[in-house]
């Protein structure tokens, strides 16, 4: 199994991030998958879901500014964040969800200036 997310950089608050998960060895359409955040000092997160069925779940600090998505022939998660907040500054990882995690990749590093 490998993850790798990518998409991360330095934006102003109130800016709009891309990010992908290519992942291998792990089948989008048997797997509930998840975004995953950790800000610095904090624990990691989970800040959206997308269900083996398509539904999604977000956690209210995110609901209606982010959106996850997937594309199962690609085998590649997105996670699209608009109305970026300083506090939306972490390493951001994909992983399984509701099942147990896999190993994790390296992230990528959402920095919002305010």
Do not use: H
Request: charged share 15%; aromatic share 10%.
């Amino acid at each position: 199994v490998q993850l790798v997310e990518s998409g991360g950089g330095l934006v102003q608050a109130g800016g709009s991030l891309r990010l992908s998960c290519a992942a291998s060895g792990i089948a989008f359409n048997s797997n509930s998958m998840g975004w995953y955040r950790q800000a610095p000092g904090k624990q990691r997160e989970l800040v959206a879901g997308i269900y083996r069925s398509g539904s999604t779940y977000y956690v209210d600090s995110v609901k209606g500014r982010f959106t996850i998505s997937r594309d199962t022939a690609k085998n590649t998660l997105y996670l699209q964040m608009n109305s970026l907040k300083p506090e939306d500054t972490a390493v951001y990882y994909c992983n399984k969800w509701l099942t147990m995690n896999t190993s994790w990749g390296q992230g990528t590093l959402v920095t919002v200036s305010s």
